[in-house]
């Protein structure tokens, strides 16, 4: 079964360190987002992919980056870490189609220490 | 910046009763969609409605979606405790093929 898969599940790094989340998907999607969820906001959207070589900015971008060099992958890297990014990171990804839904990974709760 | 807002934020019902929450959002949209989450797992699609339907269903899931008040609101029928997630809308706007979120409804289903 196709699916989308995350990882690590669980990080835990230091302030200033450059840090990778990986995301996978089998379902061949063309469209690909990273959001991060917190406490009393919901998920808000960081960087978003419509395809190969395709990168967008999102609502809260600053401190992170994502390329896209094939259809599965689209990790998303935190520059120098920073405790505001604290948070549980979502990928997800839906087809080029404008009516279907996004199918999410399971997570990765990060910490900055 | 959140398109859709859940209210109530908590919602607590007993099994065997209706759960229902309502999603309010700003600007037209394609479509708008609803989906679950349960305790440390990632969201999942429940229901989908397009801006030119009134109502869908789903087994027990039953959506509405009024255009002119830029509202929608899911309705659980006879809860179960395993219903017992928090639940998101979310909406589809002009080109974007991007789910905006709102901070959803912490549903509670008590056995």
């Known amino acids: 079964d196709a699916e989308i898969t995350q990882s690590p599940r669980h990080k835990i790094t230091e302030t200033g360190r450059q840090v990778t989340l990986a995301c996978h998907q089998t379902?061949?999607?063309?469209?690909m987002f990273w959001y991060r969820q917190d406490l009393g906001h919901g998920l808000r959207l960081i960087h978003y992919?419509?395809?190969?070589?395709?990168?967008n900015k999102g609502e809260v971008s600053d401190g992170y980056s994502v390329s896209r060099s094939n259809t599965e992958d689209l990790p998303l890297t935190l520059e120098s870490a920073a405790s505001s990014q604290t948070s549980v990171y979502f990928c997800a990804s839906s087809s080029g189609d404008r009516g279907t839904e996004a199918f999410f990974g399971q997570g990765t709760r990060l910490t900055v220490v | 910046s959140q398109q859709g807002e859940e209210d109530p934020q908590a919602l607590s019902i007993q099994e065997g009763e209706n759960a229902t929450m309502n999603c309010s959002y700003k600007?037209?949209?394609?479509?708008l969609q609803w989906y679950r989450q349960n305790s440390g797992r990632g969201l999942v699609h429940l229901i989908l409605?397009?801006?030119?339907?009134r109502e869908k269903h789903s087994g027990r899931l039953r959506v509405t979606l009024d255009t002119s008040k830029k509202s929608s609101s899911l309705l659980i029928t006879a809860s179960r405790a395993a219903d017992t997630a928090s639940y998101f809308c979310?909406?589809?706007?002009?080109?974007?093929?991007?789910?905006?979120f709102g901070r959803g409804t912490s549903l509670i289903v008590h056995p």
């Open positions: 979310a909406t589809l706007s002009g080109g974007s093929y991007i789910p905006t």
């Open positions: 409605i397009r801006s030119n339907e």
């Open positions: 992919s419509y395809g190969v070589q395709d990168t």
């Open positions: 600007t037209s949209i394609n479509n």
């Open positions: 379902w061949n999607h063309n469209n």
